[in-house]
């Protein structure tokens, strides 16, 4: 099984400035690499596939970069509304699919 | 409008059984692989599995093997999740999701359906 592993745990930041989240995979997952955004209450939205390709509707104050072991998500410029848990997802191997545990960004 | 629209709450005491179903519409539901995803209170995202309705081709992740059942009847576009003797472990919200616009990335998520099991 593949392990993903996020960086950091929790993220203080204030609107407007910019975050960088890191996930990190135990093997390589070539590109096959997506982030979801999850807030309270609510199932997961999907953010970014293919490492690097918004899904349709994401703001492009959000993108994604990497390939084969480490990625990054970057959220520009940090709305109210972005202030969630962040989740990276590799869909190279199954069984099974993986999720990391999660950065959530948090107001400062 | 292409939706994932989920059964709801269930409270249920350990040993019991359960099915939980999620309801596709919008879409051809034979022709999309349809996943489980666990989440248990305050913790991460987790595959349990995945099911390909039009031929019930299903597969499991290994930690979820034996544990729960997944089916599907393409006829009333419904997928189900199902427990044989529950345990308070199995507490837990679960989500399905499909992939709509790109194989294996599940962008189509259902609101999720929270689980306690308690006695």
């Known amino acids: 099984e593949i392990v993903m592993t996020q960086s950091p745990a929790t993220l203080s930041m204030s609107p407007g400035e910019r975050a960088t989240l890191s996930c990190r995979a135990s093997q390589t997952v070539s590109s096959n690499l997506a982030w979801y955004q999850q807030k309270p209450g609510q199932a997961p939205r999907l953010l970014i596939y293919?490492?690097?390709t918004r899904a349709t509707g994401v703001p492009a104050r959000f993108s994604g970069s990497g390939s084969g072991t480490e990625f990054t998500l970057t959220i520009s410029s940090l709305q109210s509304e972005d202030f969630a848990v962040y989740y990276c997802?590799?869909?190279?191997?199954?069984?099974?699919?993986?999720f990391g545990q999660g950065t959530k960004v948090e107001i400062k | 409008e292409v939706k994932l629209v989920q059964s709801g709450a269930e409270v249920k005491k350990p040993g019991e059984s359960l099915k939980i179903s999620c309801k596709g519409s919008g879409f051809s539901f034979s022709s999309y692989w349809i996943g489980w995803v666990r989440q248990m209170s305050g913790k991460g995202l987790e595959w349990m599995g995945i099911i390909y309705p039009g031929d019930s081709d299903t597969r499991y992740s290994p930690s979820f093997q034996g544990q729960v059942t997944i089916s599907a009847d393409k006829s009333i576009y419904t997928a189900y999740l199902q427990w044989s003797s529950l345990k308070a472990s199995d507490s837990a919200m679960y989500y399905c999701?499909?992939?709509?616009?790109?194989?294996?990335?599940?962008?189509?998520w259902g609101q999720g359906t929270k689980v306690t099991v308690s006695s």
């Open positions: 293919g490492a690097s």
């Open positions: 999701a499909f992939p709509l616009l790109v194989p294996d990335v599940f962008d189509i």
């Open positions: 997802q590799q869909y190279n191997n199954w069984p099974p699919w993986t």
